[in-house]
């Protein structure tokens, strides 16, 4: 442990901050058992600092220290393993009274565990890390030596893999600047240039990559895509399902097509210009990163995984098997964050592709597009052992299927009710926006079925009601 002073207006502004992820306040050192157990689940999770001398309520009344306070503290984080070091710093008090301020970073070497149990740090309180949360951040310390990606595709090579695709990519990292030009192109000798051939032995990044679509369902069954145009907002019936296996770059091909020809276009005005802005109701460059992020970050040793997009009335989806790794979180991913990719090889293919930009851009480029096309910023979610990015259109859908179909009448109306004024529609105002495609009593009969499904609601009795969406 490293000793040095400081000042007690520091401890002060800490305090007034309050209990968090990375700060406890405790009494005194006769705490420090509990004391030590948060600070494993700090060494868990983002860090943080300790505080003896300090009561709950915050008021600093110290404690007297020597060097036997100081070796207690010393022999009970020593039972942490593996090893830490924390920094003890004092801040001095009122009659020879000092706070001790114990603090970690974020382990190098996760998990830790105090007295072979490992905790991790919600909000201010510490918990017992479970069996399963120790074995993945267990795997997630060994990860960069033996990942799925980079060891043997035993069975494969180079012959099972696509030429072409290994050409197209090495042709565009040399365009973009990403690769010097190897002077050859010769597809091991690319290959082991991408670091996909090692000891001479291809490795599976480099299937997952580049291998020929017939090969890859047989033996790398993982290595699929699942499409969807669901009918209404759940999965209760669709109107187009297919999947498809292939390499990423082919999968990555095949979901945009998809989208492109099952997502509808939305209309736009703009005010300096007369006529109508026809667009995707998505931006197509958004929903390519949220694509490349799933084929990148994905975990790829699920069997069962794939990557998956799904279309809904009122939103698109777009899910990866595994979950987030290094304790990033889906809020952190709008924040600038360090890029740490759970398939590095695979990820900087798509870098010298030029599919992917920059390192740890690409949830912060989605929520930039999205805002300039007046939509809401994507919605990330870790759910099911998989990690899905939503994203919504700004203006109301209105749904196709509740319990029943519903007619493209009774989708106007919804619509008209849902961008109308606050007060709400009158019947005559509903007949005359949905033009002479029906007559008044249609109208009514249609607001009568959005009644019963719960879809709209009338104020008022007779010809004065004004409807409502619900």
């Known amino acids: 442990m490293t000793q040095c002073m400081i000042s007690i207006s ?53 404690q007297m220290v020597s060097d036997h306070t100081i070796e207690e503290l010393a022999q009970e984080t020593s039972q942490i393993d593996p090893p830490v070091f924390p920094s003890i710093e004092r801040a001095d008090g009122a009659a020879g009274r000092q706070v001790l301020i114990m603090t970690v970073p974020r382990g190098p070497n996760l998990p830790y565990s105090y ?3 490992a905790y991790r740090r919600v909000g201010n309180t510490t918990l017992e890390l479970s069996g399963t949360e120790y074995q993945w951040m267990l795997m997630e310390r060994f990860h960069g030596e033996s990942r799925w990606e980079n060891r043997p595709a035993n069975g494969w090579s180079v012959a099972d893999l696509d030429g072409d695709e290994i050409n197209r990519t090495l042709e565009e990292a040399v365009r973009r600047g990403r690769i010097d030009d190897p002077g050859t192109r010769d597809p091991a000798e690319i290959l082991r240039g991408f670091g996909l051939i090692q000891d001479g032995l291809l490795l599976r990044a480099a299937v997952v990559l580049f291998g020929k679509n017939d090969r890859i369902e047989r033996t790398f069954p993982q290595c ?14 669709f109107i187009d399902n297919r999947q498809f296996f292939g390499n990423a770059f082919e999968l990555l091909l095949r979901a945009e097509r998809f989208l492109r020809e099952n997502l509808p276009i939305a209309g736009r005005i ?48 777009i899910t990866s098997a595994g979950p987030l790794h290094f304790g990033l979180t889906a809020a952190a991913l709008f924040e600038p964050h360090q890029s740490m990719p ?21 949830t912060i480029k989605m929520a930039e597009l999205t805002a300039k096309a ?21 203006r109301y859908v209105p749904p196709q299927r509740v319990a029943h179909d519903v007619t493209e009448r009774q989708r106007a109306i919804l619509a008209l009710l849902e961008e109308g004024a606050s007060s709400g529609l009158a019947l005559r105002e509903i007949f005359e926006r949905i033009g002479q495609s029906a007559t008044e009593r249609q ?11 719960g879809l709209a609601q009338p104020r008022g009795l007779g010809r004065g009601a004004r409807w409502k969406r619900t």
Request: aromatic share 8%; net charge positive.
């Open 10 to 62: 520091q401890v002060e502004q800490w305090v007034r901050a309050g209990e968090s992820e990375t700060l406890e306040l405790k009494r005194s050192t006769g705490e420090r058992k509990s004391a030590v157990q948060t600070l494993c689940g700090m060494l868990n999770h983002h860090g943080g600092r300790i505080l003896f001398g300090v009561e709950p309520n915050g008021r600093i009344v110290g």
């Open 115 to 117: 007295k072979g149990q």
């Open 224 to 237: 699929m895509l699942k499409v969807a145009r669901f009918r209404g907002l759940d999965k209760t019936e």
């Open 270 to 317: 703009v005010p300096t210009q007369f006529e109508r802005i026809d667009e995707p109701l998505y931006p197509p460059v958004a929903l390519r990163e949220a694509l490349a992020n799933g084929l990148c970050h994905r975990d790829y040793s699920i069997g069962g995984g794939s990557v998956a997009a799904a279309i809904y009335d009122d939103r698109l989806e």
């Open 342 to 362: 759970w398939n590095p090889l695979i990820a900087h293919a798509f870098y010298r592709r030029g599919i992917i930009e920059a390192w740890g851009r690409g």
């Open 374 to 394: 007046g939509l809401p910023r994507p919605e990330i979610e870790e759910i099911g052992g998989g990690v899905t990015v939503r994203f919504r259109p700004s």
């Open 443 to 453: 109208v009514r009969e249609d607001l009568a079925t959005l009644r019963i499904l």
